[in-house]
């Protein structure tokens, strides 16, 4: 197993969680309730974690994590299909319906 991914909101925390178990990717959240202990650990290791299961998706996981992160950072893109203009909040182009690659 391997940290992929951490956050001091739980939200944030089991979205991604969620988005990589759409993608096939095994993983869990650690930390979930370790907000309790806040006061006797420093703030941020009580943060929620994400732990990749398998070590074989480590490297698509981080790569998802940081697509999805440029996406929450407004960058728009090009689709490769048809070549029309995206909003960065968009996963499937709105003109042809394919679905974000990675690379886009």
């Known amino acids: 197993m391997k940290l992929v991914y951490t956050h001091p909101h739980h939200f944030a925390v089991t979205n ?3 988005r990589l178990m759409q993608r ?9 309730f370790a907000a ?11 943060w929620p974690e994400l732990w990749v ?3 074989r998706d480590v490297e698509l996981a981080q ?3 940081e697509a999805d992160q440029s996406q929450a950072e407004g960058r728009d893109w090009y689709c490769g ?3 029309e203009l995206n909003a960065a909040s968009f996963d499937h182009c ?3 319906e394919r679905e974000r690659r990675l690379e886009e």
């Open 94 to 96: 709105w003109a042809c």
């Open 53 to 55: 299961i398998d070590e």
């Open 63 to 65: 790569r998802l994590i």
């Open 16 to 18: 991604v969680r969620n």
């Open 24 to 32: 096939g990717i095994d993983c869990e959240v650690r930390n979930e």
């Open 81 to 83: 299909q048809c070549g």
């Open 36 to 46: 309790g202990a806040l006061g006797e650990l420093a703030p941020i290791d009580v």
